[in-house]
């Protein structure tokens, strides 16, 4: 099976401070993805990568970056968190095929608090 | 650029029962694939079922099945015997094929969240 890590549950993190979110899978997927997940709002893309170095933005890319140094690990990062910012995080991978129906592998989501 | 609507913010159904999620979508495309997704309460988000638009075919998944209008761009799920482990936020998920780095990207619906009652 897909596993895709999250290195955190929960994170608590306080205004203006730099955050890290890391993701890992393991199964070799091309495709990595950040998304958030607010009540009311469903999942919105913040950014994507479909290869090491390489990244695209999504619907929501404001006040993040991301990193993708290895194949298996994709990292987001808050610059300087603001409370509008709390949020679940989830990210996701998927394999670069022709065929478009390969589903998106989740991992279990980060509950980000910005005190 | 596509959407993904689905109207039911909740819904509810008796165990054992059948219920149906809606979702319809929006798109100047003829060749997509639809999803739906199942978030069960602080668990991992998993697919339940796909569907290629131009299968004209149902896609079923032993109790789970879709009923898919693609003039209506409609993309329904049902649940049929409906388990208490079925309780979950419910996603309906669009993505066009069409080549480039884009094509990889979902379009999620507002979800649905799913209770049964014993």
């Known amino acids: 099976d897909v596993k895709v890590t999250q290195s955190s549950r929960y994170l608590v993190k306080r205004t203006g401070e730099k955050v890290f979110l890391e993701c890992v899978q393991d199964?070799?997927?091309?495709?990595m993805f950040w998304y958030r997940q607010d009540p009311g709002l469903g999942l919105r893309l913040i950014y994507f990568?479909?290869?090491?170095?390489?990244?695209e933005k999504g619907d929501i890319p404001e006040g993040y970056s991301v990193s993708r140094e290895k194949k298996e690990r994709f990292s987001l990062i808050l610059e300087s968190a603001s409370t509008n910012q709390t949020s679940m995080y989830l990210c996701a991978s998927s394999p670069h095929r022709t065929w478009g129906g390969q589903p998106q592998h989740f991992g279990d989501g980060t509950r980000l608090s910005i005190l | 650029a596509q959407t993904v609507t689905q109207s039911q913010p909740e819904m509810s159904v008796q165990e054992a029962e059948t219920v149906t999620l809606s979702c319809t979508y929006d798109?100047?495309?003829?060749?997509?694939?639809l999803f739906w997704y199942k978030q069960p309460p602080s668990r991992q988000m998993i697919l339940v079922i796909r569907?290629?638009?131009?299968?004209?075919q149902n896609a079923t998944e032993n109790r789970f099945s879709v009923n898919f209008q693609k003039a209506a761009k409609s993309f329904s799920l049902k649940i049929s015997d409906s388990q208490l482990g079925d309780a979950a936020m419910y996603f309906c998920a669009y993505r066009s094929p069409k080549g480039g780095a884009g094509s990889y990207q979902l379009t999620f619906g507002k979800g649905t969240k799913l209770s049964v009652i014993p």
């Open positions: 199964m070799d997927h091309e495709n």
């Open positions: 990568s479909y290869d090491v170095k390489m990244k």
């Open positions: 569907q290629e638009a131009y299968k004209q």
């Open positions: 798109t100047s495309e003829s060749d997509y694939y």
